[in-house]
């Protein structure tokens, strides 16, 4: 049974928040002082994987709390019943079960009493055939050249994961082949990407879950009008365009024929569906093998997950530190910033995963949590971002607990490059704890020759009061295995702060209205007036649009 405990509730809770007293003025310096060990003691190496938790405010007496309140939580429990195929996300009545889709290992998983590997299996059969069929030149579009570009239309879910895989794994992308993805419904996306793709070559990939998303349906019929403008004959959409969602019935009625369909099912959630037939476009840019070791890498993190006693289990510890700033030090942030240019669109990928899951201020028994839940995920990769917004982790006024990944070997052959990048990465997490102190200022800028006017004046500024924590993640090297592992150690991460927190992490409500009011506005702008109930903020809004869009006709 998946459990449902209020944490303020549990004497771990209360324990973890006298703790923090004890804990809170104690600098990450002197527990370095006290603790000789404590670089070995608080990092895990796991496969090609060593992740450094010792520049956190934890101590041992922390990990023991931590350990009493994943036992009063429940933990074990809940990990029993996703991976078991529960219905776990109980507001959608669905079990959540992409762990099924990377189950390498082929053992059964049942789900209302059938097993689902056959299916898995079936839909990962037809991913390959195609991808070799297209990877061999066998399909061929309209004129008879072979397709050699794929537009994936998607967004949230079905556009962030591929998207952000497709771009983590640039140096795998097949020879002579191009990916592009649409997913804004602002059409200068889909006019610069229409640009560089001919009609001749190109395959569209719809990607949609639901198969009602207006913005991926909007860009899908723009690009079938723009198709059908180079290619005139309605048949020829048969080879250019194939859908990858769980709605049949919508995709026969957009036009595409159900054999050029890829189906996944209504338990894996949009934000976890990489590892579905959504990953087709990244099976279509790195080929099969790479995709299924994608699958494998996520697998061994479903098994690590599963195992490891929770100070050796990566995504428990990691979910209990970012808890640990979140509910106890009142961190409202986390950064995530990868020292990896191939990484770049991980911060922007994760803020679906972690935002949309654990955006929550409803508990499991429908109360409003009297605690805060998800924290608010953003990032960039370094060094840019050590050029932008370190200044503020550095010397603002708010605590931000921070991410480092790296990678050992890269995937260029510039070293010099390499070497410098990476001891920046080791640098910021020593800066950032560290700090400098008042002797260590004045001592540099004697040796510069100012006189203790000047030494007084600047002083303060340059001080840095260090104490910042971070988490460092270093892989040996950035592959399909090493990242699925990444990414699904991430997933583990937000599931076990979502069962602490004892909030629904796999549905996502919070975007509906959004969507709906939208088609208020929209109705109003199609009809030229304002007459839908708006606030008076917003029919303003409206008003003005319509009379500027009106001026620009005029003009
Ligand atoms: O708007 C949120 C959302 O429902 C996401 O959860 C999902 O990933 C995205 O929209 C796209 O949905 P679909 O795949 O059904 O088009």
Redesign the pocket.
């Known amino acids: 049974m998946f459990p449902s405990v209020d944490p303020v509730n549990t004497s771990s809770w209360n324990a973890l928040e006298q703790h923090f007293e004890e804990i809170k003025s104690k600098t990450l310096v002197s527990l370095f002082a006290e603790d000789i060990q404590r670089a070995s003691d608080y990092s895990v190496t796991w496969d090609d994987f060593f992740v450094d938790f010792s520049k956190n405010h934890i101590t041992t007496k922390t990990l023991d709390l931590f350990d009493s309140l994943i036992q009063e939580i429940g933990l074990e429990d809940a990990k029993k019943s996703f991976f078991d195929g529960e219905k776990i996300n109980q507001t959608e009545n669905r079990a959540v079960l992409h762990t099924a889709l990377r189950n390498v290992s082929g053992k059964p998983i049942s789900l209302d009493g059938e097993d689902v590997m056959p299916l898995v299996n079936q839909e990962l059969f037809k991913v390959r055939s195609f991808v070799n069929r297209l990877h061999n030149k066998d399909i061929r579009g309209y004129s008879q050249r072979p397709i050699n570009q794929i537009v994936n239309i998607?967004?949230?879910?079905?556009d962030l994961g591929p998207n952000m895989v497709v771009k983590a794994l640039k140096p795998y992308q097949i020879e002579g082949f191009s990916s592009h993805f649409v997913s804004n419904v602002d059409a200068s996306q889909m006019t610069e990407v229409l640009e560089q793709v001919d009609p001749e070559t190109t395959l569209f990939i719809i990607?949609?879950?639901?198969?009602?998303?207006q913005e991926?349906m909007t860009n899908a019929n723009t690009a079938r009008s723009w198709f059908l403008k180079h290619a005139k004959e309605k048949h020829h959409i048969a080879k250019h365009f194939v859908a990858v969602s769980t709605n049949q019935q919508k995709v026969i009625e957009f036009g595409i024929d159900p054999d050029n369909m890829f189906l996944f099912w209504d338990w894996v959630?949009?934000?976890y569906?990489l590892w579905s037939s959504i990953g087709l476009s990244i099976a279509c840019s790195i080929g099969y093998d790479n995709f299924y070791q994608l699958l494998a890498g996520a697998h061994e993190a479903d098994n690590h997950f599963k195992s490891a006693p929770m100070r050796h289990n990566i995504p428990t510890m990691m979910a209990l530190i970012g808890i640990w700033y979140n509910n106890f030090f009142g961190c409202e942030s986390q950064a995530i910033l990868p020292y990896d240019h191939l990484l770049s669109f991980f911060s922007k990928y994760l803020q679906?995963g972690d935002m949309?899951s654990n955006g929550k201020y409803i508990s499991r028994i429908g109360e409003k949590v009297s605690y805060q839940t998800g924290p608010i995920i953003w990032g960039e990769p370094g060094t840019n971002g050590q050029h932008a917004f370190y200044q503020l982790i550095h010397q603002g006024t708010k605590m931000i607990p921070c991410d480092f990944i790296a990678c050992a070997q890269p995937a260029h052959p510039y070293t010099d490059h390499h070497e410098k990048l990476i001891a920046n990465f080791i640098a910021q997490t020593e800066a950032l704890m560290q700090g400098k102190n008042e002797q260590q200022v004045i001592a540099e800028l004697e040796a510069q020759g100012m006189d203790s006017a000047q030494i007084k004046s600047l002083k303060p500024h340059k001080v840095f009061q260090g104490n910042c924590p971070t988490t460092a993640i270093l892989i040996k090297k950035l592959t399909p295995n090493s990242l699925g592992k990444l990414i699904a150690l991430y997933e583990h991460k937000i599931f076990v702060q979502g069962v602490i927190w004892n909030i629904h992490s796999f549905d996502?409500w919070g975007?509906e209205l959004g969507?709906q009011l939208a088609g208020n506005v929209l109705r109003d702008i199609q009809a030229e007036k304002v007459e839908n109930k708006h606030d008076p903020s917003t029919q303003k809004i409206i008003k003005m649009y319509l009379d500027f869009r009106s001026q620009l006709v005029d003009e």
């Open positions: 998607g967004i949230g879910g079905s990607a949609s879950k639901t198969f009602t998303t991926t959630g949009g934000r569906s679906q949309e996502q975007v969507k």
